[in-house]
């Protein structure tokens, strides 16, 4: 009896790891062209998305740091609740403030020092005490140090000010005897020589200064220069003549009395100058025109421009942190914070709270720094210490 049986063919090993094999790289193919095109979907997505949107927020106090000679004080003046809250004495009345936004320093002539202001506690910090007879000038996020007698000129970043030494840093500029400095609110330095005939500009470009040169008409050997800024272009007064030498070094006569020079402010196409008879405005392009005549007459004071940004104080004497000043004109009677700060007039109670800065740590009475002794309320003259109670945070 023959049994037919069908056979069963028998795949060869080698077969059997080849199909393995294959699967295995069409599922990692799978894998990699899943993962580009994920990939690209997102890249698309982010490029294409609009993004959200925010809001970059510069806080700020409206404050202003102002000085009471004859009181030796240094208090900030809270604008917007027109109240002092805070303070510190001095040992000297021979003393101003500079400010940039959130960089205060105290200069005392009668000790040649350029000292720190701690905003934050009211203190004084070490005093930079190497400039001697040297002049320093806060703008912006940098410092100048001009040195007349030698024709030196500094420029340094701001944080450099408390340990700053003429000895230990080169010079950025060696050649300007009779040195006259300006900071503008941008951090250029602004330099003026008599002897030399010529202003110099240093603008920051990152790590590097770019120094420019622009010559001065002929004045007299005794000229009284002022020197300023519009913006990063340097302005010059001589008080004697009244010549004003705009940026291109274009001459302008003025008319007046006790000239005073803007301070250095942002950009703007005019620059302003009083006098005990009013104040002028003189475009760049040498187009002079009076804004306000004086009614009372009196000593002018630098006036200020008011094309500031909200958020971008100008750096000068006593500015204002965050608000924008009109400028000052003889014609325009004291403020009444001024008016309280130099005991002229008492303390009228106001009808709604004082602002309230929550960054602004609370003044603590009691607290001694040598000189510069932080004032509470309580520590104040009779005249101030109203104002001061009511800013206290």
């Known amino acids: 009896m023959v049994v037919l049986t069908s056979a069963i063919p028998l795949a060869h090993p080698s077969f059997l790891l080849e199909r393995s094999t294959v699967k295995r790289f069409s599922r990692r193919r799978v894998c990699v062209g899943v993962i580009a095109v994920l990939t690209a979907a997102a890249l698309v997505a982010i490029v294409l998305h609009p993004g959200m949107v925010t809001h970059d927020v510069d806080l700020h106090d409206g404050g202003v740091w102002v000085t009471n000679g004859k009181m030796k004080m240094v208090a900030h003046l809270n604008y917007p609740s027109q109240t002092l809250d ?96 300006a900071m503008g609110t941008d951090g250029s330095a602004h330099v003026a020589s008599i002897r030399t005939g010529t202003v110099k500009t240093v603008t920051p470009r990152g790590s590097v200064n770019d120094i420019s040169t622009t010559s001065l008409p002929k004045l007299a050997d005794d000229a009284e220069l002022q020197v300023s800024a519009v913006g990063d272009k340097s302005v010059v007064l001589e008080r004697r003549s009244g010549t004003l030498v705009l940026p291109g070094g274009r001459a302008v006569s003025l008319s007046g009395d006790d000239l005073q020079l803007q301070v250095p402010g942002p950009q703007a196409n005019e620059v302003l100058v009083s006098s005990t008879s009013g104040l002028l405005r003189v475009s760049l392009s040498g187009k002079v025109s009076s804004v306000s005549p004086s009614v009372t007459g009196g000593s002018p004071s630098g006036p200020r421009s008011t094309r500031a940004a909200p958020t971008r104080p100008g750096a000068s004497r006593a500015p204002s942190c965050g608000t924008a000043r009109a400028p000052a004109t003889t014609s325009t009677s004291p403020s009444h914070a001024q008016q309280r700060l130099e005991g002229r007039l008492p303390h009228q109670p106001r009808r709604h709270r004082p602002q309230r800065h929550p960054h602004r740590r609370r003044v603590a009475a009691g607290q001694e720094h040598g000189p510069g002794r932080q004032l509470g309320a309580d520590q104040l003259p009779d005249e101030e210490r109203g104002v001061l109670r009511r800013g206290v945070h």
Do not use: C, H, K
């Open 86 to 181: 805070g303070g510190l004495r001095t040992s000297s009345t021979s003393f101003d403030v500079d400010q940039s936004g959130s960089q205060v320093f105290m200069s005392d002539a009668s000790s040649d020092t350029y000292t720190q202001i701690d905003v934050a506690r009211t203190t004084l910090m070490p005093p930079n005490s190497s400039t001697g007879s040297s002049t320093m000038e806060l703008g912006g996020d940098r410092i100048g140090v001009a040195d007349p007698a030698t024709g030196r000129v500094w420029v340094a970043d701001v944080s450099q000010a408390p340990t700053f030494s003429q000895s230990a840093a080169p010079p950025t500029i060696s050649d300007m005897p009779g040195a006259v400095l």
